[in-house]
C-alpha cells in the first residue's frame, strides 16, 4: 500500500502542478478576457448606434413610401373621377339629347307652326300699302287698256 500512497502522493503533486500551470494561464487570460470583454462593449455601443441610425433611416425610408402611395393613390383616384366625370357627362348629354328629341322636339315643333303662321302674318302686316298698291296698279293697267281700247274704237 505504500506503492499507493506514493503513487497518490505522485499524482496530487502532479495535479498540483498542474494547477499551478493552470492558474497561471488563468491569469495571463485574464486580461486578455478583459480585453475582450471592452472590445465586445465598445462593439456593442457601435452597433447599438449603428441599429439606431438605420432604424431612423428605415422610418425615413418607411414614410417615404407612405408619401410616395399616398400621392400615387390620389393621382389614380383623380384619374377615376375624371373619367367617371366624363362618362357621367356623356351620359347625361346623350340621355339630354334623346329627351330633347323625343319630348321637347315635338312640343316645339306644335309651338312653332303656328308661330311661322303668325310671323308670315306680322310681316304682311308691316307693309300694308303693298296689297294697295297691287290693286292700284291694276286699276291703272285696266283704265290704260280701256283708254286705248276706246281712242282705237274711236279713231277707226
Do not use: C
Amino acid at each position: 500500500m505504500s506503492d499507493l500512497i506514493t503513487v497518490r502522493e505522485e499524482l496530487m503533486a502532479v495535479a498540483i502542478g498542474d494547477l499551478g500551470t493552470l492558474l497561471d494561464r488563468v491569469e495571463k487570460l485574464a486580461p486578455q478576457l478583459d480585453a475582450s470583454r471592452m472590445e465586445l462593449l465598445r462593439t456593442s455601443t457601435e452597433l447599438t448606434e449603428k441599429v439606431e441610425a438605420y432604424s431612423k433611416r428605415m422610418d425615413e425610408i418607411t414614410e417615404n413610401a407612405k408619401l410616395q402611395t399616398v400621392k400615387h393613390i390620389a393621382r389614380r383616384a383623380d384619374e377615376v373621377a375624371r373619367g367617371t366625370v366624363e362618362t357621367q357627362t356623356r351620359a347625361m348629354e346623350e340621355a339630354a339629347r334623346v329627351a330633347f328629341h323625343h319630348e321637347v322636339g315635338p312640343a316645339l315643333q306644335r309651338v312653332t307652326l303656328p308661330l311661322q303662321d303668325v310671323a308670315a302674318l306680322a310681316r304682311k302686316g308691316a307693309r300694308p300699302w303693298e296689297g294697295w298698291l297691287l290693286h292700284a296698279a291694276t286699276a291703272v293697267l285696266a283704265s290704260a287698256i280701256s283708254w286705248a281700247m276706246a281712242a282705237w274704237l274711236w279713231l277707226r
